[in-house]
């Protein structure tokens, strides 16, 4: 198994930058894709950024020019780069990743999730 956990997460004025983190408890023999979604009160869970394995990034019309998303694989880290923040924005942030590591009986593949971490944009 492998724990995600998220940190970066706050309360920050309009117009404010906030950097996420989102460390692994191990590493991965590969990655298929590593990506922040998040979930604003009364709605549905929604992507926010990805990064393939191969570097390939795709990013939400509503956060596009404002968020950056890079990867540590060295330190199984992922993060998400946030300018500009809009009071829209605020939602529980969750990190997850798709990737193969290897278990007591293998290879394995498996999607894993973090906890989430608040962000509150203050108009």
Known sequence: QVQLV?????????????????AASRSFFSIVVMGWYRRAPGNQRELVASITGGGIENFADSVKDRFAISRDIAKSTLYLQMNRLKPEDTAVYFCGIDGTYYSDTGLRRDTFWGRGTQVTVSS
């Open 6 to 22: 998220e940190s970066g997460g706050g309360l920050v004025q309009a117009g404010g930058s906030l950097r996420l983190s989102c």
